[in-house]
């Protein structure tokens, strides 16, 4: 069974960071690409970046270009965000989400963690 | 950049269908369909447009037609009230797009 856990978040100050992990499992890891999605309170879905299955390519949304790093270490089955000069429009609920196609493409997510609440406050 | 427009919201009464439509502003691409209930992670129901993951009832479909992706619940249930979101991939940008959401509300 796929388990995705997310851990790292928390209260930060704006101008902060914050790393965010996703530990994974029930699956191999290293076949498939992985996001970061997020959901600020009442508000919808955002996807944030995705890596793919190598991590040898990485895409951002426009929200978070040059702020966030997402990476993998398919050793430890984990996906990580590192997010940098933090504000308060990126206070939201982080997911991972895994990609439902093996090793071929980008599509949408079959799996998702149970998130992990990040506030940018002061 | 990609648009996928939905309704806020829709309502239905129990034992009736529902339809939630996510708008393309640009077509092509395949639609894949998230239900997410109050605190809860979201879950794919539809993907490829008309395809259903295992363990996904039967009343849930998908279809697409000129410019329109429909969601399709049959003899909705009140289990079935939640936040469904579209998306794709967008392959011209190399960006997830979802829609804004829609919020069906079992009467």
């Known amino acids: 069974e796929v388990h995705l856990v997310e851990s790292g978040g928390g209260l930060v100050q704006p101008g902060g960071s914050l790393r965010l992990s996703c530990a994974a499992s029930g699956f191999v890891f290293s076949n498939f690409p992985m996001s970061w999605v997020r959901q600020a309170p009442g508000k919808g879905l955002e996807w944030v970046s995705l890596?793919?299955?190598?991590?040898?390519?990485?895409y951002y949304a426009d929200s978070v270009k040059g702020r966030f790093t997402i990476s993998r270490d398919n050793s430890k089955n984990t996906l990580s965000l590192q997010m940098n000069s933090l504000r308060a429009e990126d206070t939201a609920t982080y997911y991972c989400?895994?990609?439902?196609?093996?090793?071929?493409?980008?599509?949408?997510?079959?799996?998702w963690g149970q998130g992990a609440l990040v506030t940018v406050s002061s | 950049s990609y648009v996928l427009t939905q309704p806020p919201s829709v309502s239905v009464a129990p034992g009736q269908t529902a339809r939630v439509t996510c708008g393309r502003h640009?077509?092509?691409?395949?639609v894949h369909w998230y239900q997410q209930r109050p605190g809860q992670a979201p879950i794919l129901v539809v993907y490829?447009?008309?395809a259903r993951p295992s363990g996904i009832p039967d009343r849930f479909s998908g279809s697409y037609s000129g410019n329109t992706a429909t969601l399709t619940i049959i003899r909705v249930e009140a289990g079935d009230e939640a936040d469904y979101y579209c998306?794709?991939?967008?392959?011209?940008?190399?960006?997830?797009?979802f829609g804004g959401g829609t919020k069906l509300t079992v009467l």
């Open positions: 989400a895994k990609e439902y196609y093996e090793n071929s493409g980008y599509s949408h997510f079959d799996h």
């Open positions: 490829d447009d008309d």
């Open positions: 640009i077509g092509g691409y395949s």
């Open positions: 998306q794709v991939w967008d392959s011209s940008s190399y960006q997830v797009v």
């Open positions: 890596v793919s299955a190598s991590g040898g390519s990485t």
